[in-house]
């Protein structure tokens, strides 16, 4: 023995020895990104071992409104939260998070000035604490550059796509990327506010804004194949489903719309005492699905849940249900979503959606909570999970609840 206490802390050197196959081993079994990045932070000989190594991805992440977070510790069928913890990133209490993509959040700051619309916009890092500052969604304005009108192809409507060196007034519901802001690849920010598509791109001023009545505040956005798709329902017709995409093109430094078509018209199966409740799209395995979620009339309580694959062979293209996800699992949330392969984890199955928007907040007296409903896709059986919220964030977290996937 050297007389050391056995509690005292290994000497640097020692740290710095652990083999880089060892380190990878110990990775595989740390499914939560934060542990993770306290791994690569230990010493610059963990950090560059770290980087070559190729665990499985980490769990998803969830995001609150205060900046506090909880990372998935284990998955179905017996799936468990980490404790919630602060981060020390942002404390402003007035942001909303409403996009994601990798570690990158996209969040937003409420007007003063004008009601029901944003006053800022930004991109921020959850691990490296980088921001990205986007341009303002809200200021006064006089003058608008109108630059074309588009027909939107097989309907009567139209898109007119507006230019202008001031901001346009717009509350951001959800924010999707086509690419990490950090990769070399040229990041498109698409933004879905009340009848108005917002587009983005690294050195533009303002946003290119594509405003039409045919664009309904609840759609859903997705980037896929380098276009933008977009599922909504008809308001007076809710059992109707159309589908849009958007064709993009740059101008003079500016990403722009330049082509418009409804790809799908589609009478959604009834389902008997239920409406649609939610639908969400979402990329899997190189195709495009949509989730559509049936509600009791009353209680608007989880009834059913559809899936189906966007068939493009056809024209228009047409909806297939699939009953499996070859063993992968999807996290859908109104503010992000994504596939996630959930084989690549000792002990988990796969064929399981997880549901975490829109569903009934639960109180008690000493924590706030929230359900995951968990849907089996095989045998089309739900379970319902509770999640505990950090206690400074009562009132309306659930409008910030957001999924993170960091990429390693």
């Given at each position: 023995m050297d007389g050391r206490n056995s509690g005292d802390a290994l000497p640097r050197e020692r740290w710095n020895d652990i083999p880089a196959d060892m380190l990878g081993l110990v990775l595989r079994v740390i499914p939560c990104a934060a542990d993770r990045a306290r791994v690569r932070s230990v010493c610059r000989s963990w950090r560059a071992a770290a980087a070559i190594q190729r665990p499985p991805p980490p769990l998803p992440v969830l995001v609150f409104s205060r900046f506090s977070f909880t990372s998935l510790s284990r998955l179905s069928p017996a799936m468990a939260f980490t404790k919630p913890r602060r981060s020390l990133v942002h404390k402003d209490v007035t942001i909303r998070w409403v996009g994601s993509f990798d570690e990158w959040l996209v969040g937003t700051k409420p007007s003063r000035e004008c009601k029901d619309?944003?006053?800022?916009?930004?991109?921020l890092n959850l691990m490296s604490r980088k921001?990205?500052?986007?341009?303002?969604?809200?200021?006064?304005?006089?003058?608008?550059?109108?630059?074309?009108?588009?027909?939107?192809?097989?309907?009567?409507?139209?898109?007119?796509?507006?230019?202008?060196?001031?901001?346009?007034?717009?509350?951001?519901?959800?924010?999707?990327?086509?690419?990490?802001?950090?990769?070399?690849?040229?990041?498109?920010?698409?933004?879905?506010?009340?009848?108005?598509?917002?587009?983005?791109?690294?050195?533009?001023?303002s946003w290119c804004v594509c405003r039409s009545f045919g664009i309904d505040g609840s759609a859903d956005i997705a980037f896929y194949q380098g276009r933008i798709y977009m599922a909504m329902v008809s308001t007076y017709f809710p059992h109707i489903l159309?589908?849009?995409?958007?064709?993009?093109?740059?101008?003079?430094?500016?990403?722009?719309v330049s082509y418009v078509e409804q790809c799908v018209t589609e009478t959604l199966p009834p389902v008997e005492g239920c409406v649609v409740n939610e639908f969400h799209i979402v990329e899997w395995r190189g195709k495009l699905l949509l989730i559509v979620v049936y509600a009791g009339r009353v209680w608007l309580d989880t009834q059913?849940?559809?899936?189906?694959?966007?068939?493009?062979?056809?024209?228009?293209?047409?909806?297939?249900?699939?009953?499996?996800?070859?063993g992968d699992c999807l996290f859908i949330s109104s503010r992000s979503s994504r596939s996630f392969p959930a084989c690549q984890y000792d002990g988990a199955k796969g064929d399981f959606v997880y549901f975490v928007s829109k569903y009934r907040q639960q109180t008690t007296s000493v924590h706030h909570s929230f359900d995951v409903l968990v849907y089996n896709?095989?045998?089309?059986?739900?379970?319902?999970?509770?999640?505990?919220?950090?206690?400074?964030?009562?009132g309306p977290f659930t409008d910030n609840l957001l999924l993170l996937f960091p990429p390693k």
């Amino acid at each position: 023995m050297d007389g050391r206490n056995s509690g005292d802390a290994l000497p640097r050197e020692r740290w710095n020895d652990i083999p880089a196959d060892m380190l990878g081993l110990v990775l595989r079994v740390i499914p939560c990104a934060a542990d993770r990045a306290r791994v690569r932070s230990v010493c610059r000989s963990w950090r560059a071992a770290a980087a070559i190594q190729r665990p499985p991805p980490p769990l998803p992440v969830l995001v609150f409104s205060r900046f506090s977070f909880t990372s998935l510790s284990r998955l179905s069928p017996a799936m468990a939260f980490t404790k919630p913890r602060r981060s020390l990133v942002h404390k402003d209490v007035t942001i909303r998070w409403v996009g994601s993509f990798d570690e990158w959040l996209v969040g937003t700051k409420p007007s003063r000035e004008c009601k029901d619309a944003d006053s800022h916009c930004f991109l921020l890092n959850l691990m490296s604490r980088k921001k990205i500052q986007l341009p303002r969604p809200c200021a006064l304005h006089f003058f608008d550059y109108f630059c074309k009108t588009l027909p939107i192809v097989n309907t009567s409507g139209w898109v007119d796509i507006i230019i202008h060196d001031r901001e346009y007034s717009m509350c951001f519901r959800k924010v999707v990327l086509s690419a990490s802001p950090a990769s070399d690849s040229m990041c498109i920010v698409a933004a879905i506010s009340n009848h108005t598509l917002a587009l983005w791109h690294p050195g533009m001023r303002s946003w290119c804004v594509c405003r039409s009545f045919g664009i309904d505040g609840s759609a859903d956005i997705a980037f896929y194949q380098g276009r933008i798709y977009m599922a909504m329902v008809s308001t007076y017709f809710p059992h109707i489903l159309s589908i849009l995409f958007f064709q993009l093109e740059e101008v003079n430094g500016r990403v722009m719309v330049s082509y418009v078509e409804q790809c799908v018209t589609e009478t959604l199966p009834p389902v008997e005492g239920c409406v649609v409740n939610e639908f969400h799209i979402v990329e899997w395995r190189g195709k495009l699905l949509l989730i559509v979620v049936y509600a009791g009339r009353v209680w608007l309580d989880t009834q059913k849940i559809g899936i189906y694959a966007l068939d493009f062979s056809t024209n228009p293209h047409s909806l297939t249900e699939i009953n499996n996800l070859d063993g992968d699992c999807l996290f859908i949330s109104s503010r992000s979503s994504r596939s996630f392969p959930a084989c690549q984890y000792d002990g988990a199955k796969g064929d399981f959606v997880y549901f975490v928007s829109k569903y009934r907040q639960q109180t008690t007296s000493v924590h706030h909570s929230f359900d995951v409903l968990v849907y089996n896709v095989r045998d089309a059986t739900m379970t319902p999970f509770h999640a505990f919220v950090p206690e400074d964030n009562s009132g309306p977290f659930t409008d910030n609840l957001l999924l993170l996937f960091p990429p390693k």
